[in-house]
């Protein structure tokens, strides 16, 4: 199956670190994808993992371990602009499987 | 370049009505997906194109539900006759390599009262 976990809701204060969780079940794997969804606009891509480790990109890192289908989302330096919901996304066991996304983290930024 | 355009972006209408989207994807990307977000709920897959062909339609919900991709360029995603349950937001993504990531569309909020 490809269950995927994240917590529903997090708060965080500007200017801090947060991390965001995401646990996956999968038969195979071929990576793992962070998603941001701000209120009413299309998810935009942020960060796709395929090996082991961390990816950092400015303020945002990912981060994968396969053997524990763990990854999490490292947001540094909040911004106000950073409240959204953060979808982690499986892509699956084979080549052409379309996206499967856990139901998002709701990020709120507070001064 | 141009994004993935969606058409309308609200729609509201009355059950056993008859509603279709249209999502317009990135110029020469082959993949085309549909996906619908019902509110609480994460987004779920509908329906696949490669080009004009449907490479997965096992998300879609029922036979109410058809989805035609002429021409390998824009989709639609009709809903006939629409009920309560079909309410959410419609999000078409297209894609050249999937592994480079989807583009979505800002999405279709559909309203069905």
């Known amino acids: 199956g490809q269950n995927i976990d994240q917590p529903t809701e997090m708060t965080a204060t500007e200017g801090a670190i947060v991390q965001i969780n995401c646990t996956y079940q999968?038969?195979?794997?071929?990576?793992l994808f962070w998603y941001q969804q701000h209120a009413g606009e299309a998810p935009t891509f942020l960060s796709y993992?395929?090996?082991?480790g961390l990816e950092e990109k400015g303020r945002f890192s990912s981060f994968l371990s396969r053997s524990k289908g763990y990854s999490y989302l490292l947001l540094k330096e909040l911004q106000m602009k950073d409240s959204a919901s953060y979808l982690c996304?499986?892509?699956?066991?084979?080549?052409?499987?379309?996206?499967?996304f856990g139901k998002g983290t709701r990020l709120s930024v507070i001064a | 370049e141009a994004g993935v355009t969606q058409f309308p972006s609200h729609s509201v209408i009355e059950k056993g009505q008859t509603v279709t989207l249209r999502c317009d994807p990135i110029s020469g990307h082959d993949n085309l997906y549909w996906y619908r977000r019902v509110m609480g709920k994460e987004i779920k897959f509908l329906l696949h194109?490669?080009?004009?062909?449907?490479?997965?339609e096992s998300g879609m919900p029922n036979n109410r539900f058809l989805a035609e991709r002429t021409g390998g360029t824009y989709s639609t995603l009709k809903v006939q006759p629409a009920e309560l349950e079909d309410s959410g937001v419609y999000f078409c993504a297209s894609s050249q390599d999937r592994f480079y990531g989807y583009t979505f569309g800002s999405g279709t909020r559909l309203t069905v009262v």
């Open positions: 993992n395929v090996l082991d």
């Open positions: 999968t038969s195979g794997f071929n990576g």
């Open positions: 996304a499986d892509p699956g066991n084979s080549g052409n499987t379309p996206l499967v």
């Open positions: 194109f490669v080009k004009e062909s449907k490479q997965d």
